[in-house]
């Protein structure tokens, strides 16, 4: 069955330090991949996301993602992280042959300062 | 642009009673919305889709009767959770997307619904 994993719950990084959130999928095409932002008691804003084409994806708020198609993942990347990016972080795919995604499990980001 | 709203952004009730949320797309126009479900600290569960002027289409496992879901626009859709009990509180979250939007759902700022 499609799948979306991010194998991290939590991230701690300090202010300033680069970020990497991870994001496995499982689907034998390429898949429609979606980063998105929940600050608490919010609702999601799209960072980025990919559908075709060049595989590193730029988005809002300095984000940017890479599609490596052979070791299915779509991880998120930051390089100086700042203390508003403290949220929780989804990866979706859309389901295939429908319009609904499939939510990762999200990866909480707390950042020091 | 694609902006996303919901109404109200909290609400308290008695148990027994029923609560109307509502799901606006303001800036476009919404061929399709959907409502989820997100519990504390967990990910989005998709509860149902819904289509402009058709029947919503459900999630296995989520009660139909208990959560009315109306999609009169291409604009508006509403979930109403009736007859509420406390283990209905929850955060609810609308997206929609629409022909221009094509593949991107985007999201409203959520309702926390509280039963007492």
């Known amino acids: 069955a499609q799948s979306v994993t991010q194998p991290d719950i939590h991230i701690t990084v300090s202010e300033g330090a680069s970020l990497e959130l991870r994001c496995n999928y499982s689907y034998g095409a390429t898949p429609y991949l979606f980063w998105y932002v929940q600050s608490p008691g919010q609702g999601l804003q799209l960072l980025l996301k990919y559908f075709s084409g060049d595989t590193l994806v730029q988005g809002i708020k300095g984000f940017e993602a890479e599609f490596k198609r052979s070791q299915s993942s779509f991880n998120l990347r930051k390089p100086s992280v700042h203390w508003s990016d403290a949220a929780e972080y989804f990866c979706a795919s859309r389901r295939s042959g429908t319009y609904k995604y499939i939510f990762g499990t999200g990866t909480r980001l707390k950042v020091l300062a | 642009g694609a902006v996303v709203s919901q109404h109200p952004s909290r609400v308290i009730c008695k148990s027994g009673t029923s609560v109307k949320i509502e799901c606006r797309s303001l800036d476009f126009q919404a061929t399709t919305m959907f409502w989820y479900r997100q519990f504390p600290k967990q990910s989005l569960m998709l509860m149902a889709t819904s289509n402009e002027g058709s029947k919503a289409t459900y999630e296995q496992g989520v009660e139909k009767d208990k959560f009315l879901i109306n999609h009169a626009s291409l604009t508006l859709s509403t979930l109403t959770v009736t007859s509420a009990h406390p283990e209905d509180s929850s955060f609810y979250i609308c997206?929609?997307?629409?022909?221009?939007?094509?593949?991107?759902?985007?999201f409203g700022p959520g309702t926390r619904l509280t039963v007492l």
């Open positions: 997206s929609a997307r629409g022909d221009l939007t094509t593949d991107t759902q985007y």
